[in-house]
Structures are given as C-alpha cells and as structure tokens.
C-alpha cells in the first residue's frame, strides 16, 4: 500500500478508542450493581440480570432485578426529598444542573465508552452527539431553573416522577428526561432499559460527586415488569415514557383514572421526502444520517424514503453507491458508521421484516461490505418495491433498514407521507424554500426538517402526533410537562354527576318542543328517535332534547373530519367569527338567562352574569385567534427552529354538569380559535343553553361541520367518542367516572386527553375559566427545522 493507493481508494484503517478506563470501572463493579436508591446504591440483589456487549455477547455486569419492594424505596424516597428540592430556590437548583453538566463534561470519555459498550452504537457517535446533547439538556434545564420564579410564576412541579426510557440513547434520553424534571422541582425514579442500564448508573455515581440531594434522583433497574411496577405506583404523579407504541399504550390504559401525569414519546414511521429540485448528493447524505445512525434504532428515523418519480433512478444509483462504502464495524472503532444492533433479539426482529418483505414481492438491496463477525451487526438495507400497505411501509422495523417508494406529484406526496398511524417526524429535501414550507405545514407530525434530518436540542420541544404518543420534550414547552398551573390545584376535586331530577310535572306549551341535534351545521332528528325530558331542579319539564346514539356521533365526528379545513383559515377570520358568535349572544342575553335560572335554579342577576361571561369568554378566544403564536428558537446550528402551534383536528367535548351555557363556551372557544373542529357533549343535566346555541351558530358564519352537538347520556357519548379512531383528542369535564372511561378507550389512536385535572373550577374566574392552558391543550407544537447557508 502507498499514498497513491490510499488517495484512489480513500481507504483507512481503524482507530480504536481505548477501553481500560470503562473495564476498569465495570471491574470495580464486579459483585454486581444494586440500585440507585435516596444518594447511595443497595446492595446487589439476588434477583439480577446481565447486560451484554452487544458487539460481542460477552457479560459486561449484572444488575439487580427490580421488585416491588425496590420500587416502593425508590419513590418513598423520592417523595420524602421532594418538597424541599421544590422549595429550593431556582438558583439552587440551576447549580446543581450546571454541576451535573460540568462533572459529565470531565467525564465524557469514560460515559461515550461505557455507552458504546453496552450499546453497541459507535464511539463516535456517543462522543459526538448524545454526550455532548446530554450535557447540553442539563445547562439548558439549568437556566429554566434560573429562570423558573419569573417565566412560571403560577406553576409549581408535578411531583415524583417515574421516568422510563429505552436502550437507544439510555445517556441521552435519561439527561432528556431528568433534566427539565429535577430543573423544575420534581423528583424522579428512573428505570433505564434492561440491555443499556450502566451508564444510567455511572451518572448515578457521578451525582453525589455534584452535591445532588438524596433521595432526588433514585434509578432502578429491571425488565418491563419494573417499569409497570413504576408507572402504576399509586404514589408517582407523573409518569414520562420513552419506547414502543405498544407498551405506551399499556402504560395509557393502566394509568386510566389515576389522575397522573403522563406523556408518551413513541415510535414513528417518518417519511424522507426529495423532491426533483433537491441537491440529491445532500439528499442521499442526509438518508445515511437519518438511518443509519445508531443503526436505524432511532425513533425518529427518516425510514421511508418517498422520492419524486423524475429523479427516482438517479437517487437511488447515488444512494446504492454510498451504501457500497458504509463501513460495519466494532463499536469502538471511530472510523466506522455503524456498530452493532442492541441484542440478538432485535437483529432477529430486523431480520424477520426483512424477509417477510422480500417474500411479499419487495427488492433487496445490501451491499457487498466487510461485515464483523460476532455481535449483531445487521447490514445497511434498502427495500424498493414494496407494497404500500405492506407491513415493512408501515410498521417501524428500528434497524438499519430503509423502504423506498417514487411519488409524482405533490400532493400524491403529502398524501402518502401522511399514510401512516405515526407522526413523529419528516425530512423534506427540495431547493424550494416556498415548497418546503408548505410540505412542512401539511404533514402530519411533532418535528419537520428541511434538508437536514435527525437533528435535535434541548431547546427545542421534541414529540410527535397520532400514535407517535404526546406531550413535548425540551424547550419551553416540554417545561409545561412538568409543571402543573396553582390556580387549578387549588379547586375541589370534582365529583362524579349527580342523578338526574326527576320529572315531577309537564307543562303543556313544552310537549312539542324536542330540540335536535346539531350536525354538519343543520338541525337532524336523533338516529335512534329517542327524546330525553330536560327537567328543572324541581321537577318541572322544559322540554326535550335528542338522545343521540352512536350513529349520531359517527356522523358528528363525519362532520367535523369535512370540516378541518378550518384549521386553514386565516386567524383574523377566525377571530372575525368568534366575535360575531359574542354579538349574536349578547343580542339574546336575557333569554339566554332566563333559560340557565330555569335549568339550573339558580337567580335571574346569576344567570345573566354567566351570559354576560359567556359573551367576554368569546371575545377572549377572538382575541387570542391572531396572538396565540409560537417561537422562533436558535439552536445551535446554522439556522434556526420555527415552533408553530398547529390544530389537533376533531375534538370532542364532554361538557360538565354545571355553568350549562359558560362551561360549553369556554371548551369551545379555544377549539374555535386553535382551528379545531368540535363535536360537543352538553351538559347532560342542562342542554338547552346548547340547543338553544345552535342559532347563534346558524346566524354567525360558523362553517358547517366546525361546531357539532350531540345531547344525551354524557358517559355513553364520551364513551363513544373515546373508541372512535378518527376523534384526535377529547376534553372530558364531566367527572372522574368519565374521564376514566375515555382515558381506558383512548388507545385506539393515543388522543390527547384533558380533564381539566377533575378539578371543580368556578367557571366565572377568568384565571382557570379561559386562557393559555386551554390554548395548550388545544394546539400541538410542531417544529420546523429550517438552515440556511451552504
Ligand atoms: P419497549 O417499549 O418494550 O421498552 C422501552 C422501555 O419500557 C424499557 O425500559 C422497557 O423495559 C420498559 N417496559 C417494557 N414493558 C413495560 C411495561 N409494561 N411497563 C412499563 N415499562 C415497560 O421497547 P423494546 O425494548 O421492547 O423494543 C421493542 C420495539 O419498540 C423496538 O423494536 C422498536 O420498534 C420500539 N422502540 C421504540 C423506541 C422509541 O424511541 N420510539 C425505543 C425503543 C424501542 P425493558 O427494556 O427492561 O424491557
């Protein structure tokens, strides 16, 4: 070999990363580790597993298998430390962030080595991207710390948090998680993933070193029967979950009613779309990036190219061309791509897909590279041909494994892009910064990067749509995942609905007067035919409204789904109409009135000062539609992050018992001025304010199909509406009962649900009746990554 050679083969040799130091510290550790429990490890427990070198299948060390005992002196302990982190001062707290983020600077090599062991993931990458972006969560946290007395005035943490992570980026997705929970004043109890839990447990380590308290961070290790055991401990108040949409969506049902906490970072299928004016050399960069970094084990890996049929030929030659000269190699290794899959169990996994597509008519393509022997090294794969509802289009394979499809128009793209039950993230590769733009808009998910792919920062939320799960993590709005508002904490539980009053006496004027339902912005006869009486306090009948059935909601949410291009209207019109809807209301304040004292009992000056609320409530959301805006973050590329708040789509609303007509407006008004579209469940006990509504609505230029309503038995329809696949999110109001019920039926599509924390709120104090919390919960932050320059 000479230079010459060298030059014309641009082949090198490797350049391993030594080990002694992490072998060193594992050797210290070879009775076994126990668990990370108040400031101090227990002693190794008799239950325990192992954790192996992917790369090889040698035991790196055993740890102690959680068991409820375990988990209960972990949250025991958290609990215990809580209140006084909390009422530390910010600044206390944001030195002990910045602490915990110089002392994993000065350890960075020793933690990218014991990761890349126990991973499997190349050195370079542990070094490069999830050290150094752990450490960045924990000085960004640190200044929301700083910051958290003056930017969250009227917030207070959670709680305890149980926090559970997976084996792709255990440093990484640990940092992400316990950075803005201690940040902010909770505690946590960590369960690290079963194949990667040591360098959750060398930070462990570390802490003490920081002058972390005891008892404010607690990490147990075990298998998924840990981790349930954490998620439904009656004594977490928050539970925050990274991992595969399965088990999010057990983790959903099983903390069904318990009133914690809960957000959800799932899997995703995310589209990697080149259109035909994209730099393709860029282009085919950007698919090594988005998949075959850390082996394709990436939540958000760009896994389904869609490329535009023009230049379908030409990608595809480029990118086989690069896949040719990927290197496989040791974890260790800095000159390789890509490393080692986590365990055999997924190289089996990644390896059946593979093949079940290939039998099911899909082309194959690996190339002809060294492979290591040993370990789980899967290859760099590209599968072309493949049906579009075929299992490797549509479910996440987490390897190395990219499906290839061509596309010919735009829209076909969106449409294509879209077809998926995930949305975490998209790529979008094109010149066309107008066209960009307008993809960036139209597809469905949490993160969207233009020509560029899976990169990502502490100050920029991160979370995805649909079943890719909710909430979001970093920045400013990942904050609010930790933080719950005071105003609300200080009102009553609310308590399940009372029955019903009985009818005691008809008077004859109200026998013909059977209010309908309000759907797709006409009046219709209830599906099933039934009426249900509305009677007084006192027994006396007002009248009638439609028992509306599931057909009936079928139909409402048909509707709404018509109707979602409201989400696309300018908010200045938006806001035109929610000003309209306050006009037409006033107009009719005394009759409004007169309809709540009979419903409800109470005094005539009480019901018109809940109409006069009702009308401020509607000028409150027009004012919001134009304002309600997101940020443009700065991360630390060149370029920056566009954070929009985007409409969640259908939103069903259970609206509760009390406040007929103001409780009603203030659910709906936020859906009006997010873009959503609503199909509303009025107070079962007083629906005519709502009934009565349906004029306001027909007089006021609300499009059809925005505003639906559906009166009858509040948990039959909430129920309903919790099954129904096409409904996004439900807001349900109406007692713990039902928000029990459609939290255990959301699973279907994971909807965002909000039960206004079963609080009894006074729906006339503006603090907890209106505002942003409720423009939060309607809207999804999407973040747009967009760079600039060469
Ligand atoms: P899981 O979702 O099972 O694991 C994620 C974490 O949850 C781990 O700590 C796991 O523990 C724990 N866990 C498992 N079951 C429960 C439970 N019932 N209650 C509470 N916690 C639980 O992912 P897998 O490791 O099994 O990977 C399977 C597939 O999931 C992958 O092939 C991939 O498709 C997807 N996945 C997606 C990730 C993402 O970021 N979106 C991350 C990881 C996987 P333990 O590891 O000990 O079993």
Redesign the pocket.
Known sequence: MNVAHYFDTMSYGSAPESDSEARQWLAAHQDGFGHFINGRFTAPSEVSFTTLEPATGEVLATLSEARQDDVDAAVKAARAAQPAWAALPGHSRAKVLYALARIIQRHARLIAVVEALDSGKPVRETRDIDIPLAIRHFYHHAGWAQLQSSEFPDHSPIGVVGQ?????FPFLMMAWKIAPALALGNTVVL?????TPLSALLFAELTAKAGLPEGVLNIVT???????L??VHEQVDKVA????????K??RQ?TAGSGKSLTL????KSPFIVFEDADLDAAVEGVVDAIWFNQG???CAGSRILVQEGIAEDFHSRLRERMSRLRVGQPLDKCIDMGSLVAPV?FD?VQAMVQQAVAAGASLYQPEIEMPSGGSFYPPTLLSDADPSSAIMCE???GPVVVSMSFRTFDEAIAVANHTRYGLSASIWSESINQSLEVAAAVQAGIVWINTTNVMDAGVGFGGKKESGFGREGGREGCFDYLKPDAWMKAPMRKDAEALPIETSRTAEVLDRTAKLYIGGRQVRPDGNYSRAVVSPRGVSLGDVGEGNRKDIRNAVEAARKATSWARTTTHNRAQILYFLAENLSIREAEFASRIRQMTGVTMKQATAEVEASVSRLFTYGAWADKYEGAVHQPPIKGMALAVPEAQGVVGLICPPESPLLAMISLLAPQLASGNCSVIVPSESSPLSATDFYQILETSDVPAGVVNIVTGNAMELADTLSKHNDVDALWAFAGPAITHCVEENSTGNLKRIWSGFDRQIDWLDPIVGEGREYLNRATDIKNIWVPYGE
Not at 241 to 248: L, Q, R
Not at 265 to 268: A, R
């Open positions: 559970i992570i997976p084996w792709n369960k690290p993933a079963e194949y075990g298998n998924g029967a840990a981790g349930a954490l998620a979950f990274t991992g595969s949409t399965a088990v999010g057990w983790i099983a970072e799932l899997g995703g084990q990436v939540c997924q996994r996440e394979v987490f």
